[in-house]
């Protein structure tokens, strides 16, 4: 089993963005959880980015595309 985080804003929670989602997994059922995020304090903000750019230092936490991975996800995507 695969755990995908997205975030999304609300203006781009729609319709469109639910059914690209469906999209990608070709008919398997899923679940899906929504969590409201509280607004982020300016420490919050910065613990995340100094993680953030630790992670990037460390190569941990990272998501690893190929080219050919990249290019099926990108017209996946934007074909719907």
Do not use: P, W
């Not at 953030?52 to 996800?73: C, K, M, P, R």
């Amino acid at each position: 089993m695969s755990n995908i985080t997205l975030n999304i804003s609300s203006e781009e929670f729609n319709i469109e963005t639910i059914n690209k989602i469906k999209s990608l997994f070709n008919g398997r059922d899923f679940d899906i959880s929504i969590r409201a995020k509280e607004k982020e304090t300016r420490e919050q903000m910065r613990t995340r980015i100094e993680k953030a750019l630790n992670d990037t230092e460390t190569g941990e936490n990272l998501i690893n595309f190929s080219a050919v991975q990249y290019e099926h996800l990108v017209k996946q995507l934007s074909s719907k």
